[in-house]
T-cell receptor, first 111, second 112 residues
Framework: EDQVTQSPEALRLQEGESSSLNCSYTVSGLRGLFWYRQDPGKGPEFLFTLYSAGEEKEKERLKATLTKKESFLHITAPKPEDSATYLCAVQPQGGSEKLVFGKGTKLTVNP | GAGVSQTPSNKVTEKGKYVELRCDPISGHTALYWYRQSLGQGPEFLIYFQGTGAADDSGLPNDRFFAVRPEGSVSTLKIQRTERGDSAVYLC??????????FGPGTRLTVL
């Protein structure tokens, strides 16, 4: 069964304190791994897609990396506006395009 | 460039009633997806359409749930005989090439 586990469940950082969020996954085959940001009361906002081990993508203070078993979302010098829940999802190989999501990591950045 | 829109944003209903939730995808996107998100959980897949046909409905929890996309654009998720356990945020997403899915703001359904 395809499964995604995110850790930690919640993370509190001081402004400027860099850290990483983890996404571990088990799939029979990986078509793609996705990171989304979700603010309270809003829908998930797309951040990155990663397709193969070794791939990295960056956007402002965020950098996503991928291995064969997990993905990391690195946050460098975070600001309070980076506070949100970060969701990881995998799209398994095969006919369906469905995404399998983890429960998310709730990030709080204090000023 | 409008994103995915969903109506209503909030729906309160009584147990046993019928509800319809609407999704307008990004213009030109051929694939449309429905997910359900409970508090503190990640979105859970329900069904997706490629054009007018349901390509995968394996996530629908039971036969009270049904979705249509008659003209390959707007989709409606229909829930019969609602139960309190159906309370959740229902999310819709669309995609152009079947990879990156762009989500709408969701409809919060509360069943009293």
């Amino acid at each position: 069964e395809d499964q995604v586990t995110q850790s930690p469940e919640a993370l509190r950082l001081q402004e400027g304190e860099s850290s990483s969020l983890n996404c571990s996954y088990t799939v029979s085959g990986l078509r793609g791994l996705f990171w989304y940001r979700q603010d309270p009361g809003k829908g998930p906002e797309f951040l990155f897609t990663l397709y193969s081990a070794g791939e990295e993508k960056e956007k402002e203070r965020l950098k996503a990396t991928l291995t064969k078993k997990e993905s990391f979302l690195h946050i460098t010098a975070p600001k309070p506006e980076d506070s949100a829940t970060y969701l990881c999802a995998v799209q398994p190989q095969g006919g369906s395009e469905k995404l399998v999501f983890g429960k998310g990591t709730k990030l709080t950045v204090n000023p | 460039g409008a994103g995915v829109s969903q109506t209503p944003s909030n729906k309160v209903t009584e147990k046993g009633k019928y509800v319809e939730l609407r999704c307008d995808p990004i213009s030109g996107h051929t694939a449309l997806y429905w997910y359900r998100q409970s508090l503190g959980q990640g979105p859970e897949f329900l069904i997706y359409f490629q054009g007018t046909g349901a390509a995968d409905d394996s996530g629908l929890p039971n036969d009270r749930f049904f979705a249509v996309r008659p003209e390959g654009s707007v989709s409606t998720l229909k829930i019969q005989r609602t139960e309190r356990g159906d309370s959740a945020v229902y999310l819709c997403a669309s995609s152009l090439y079947g990879d990156t899915q762009y989500f709408g703001p969701g409809t919060r359904l509360t069943v009293l």
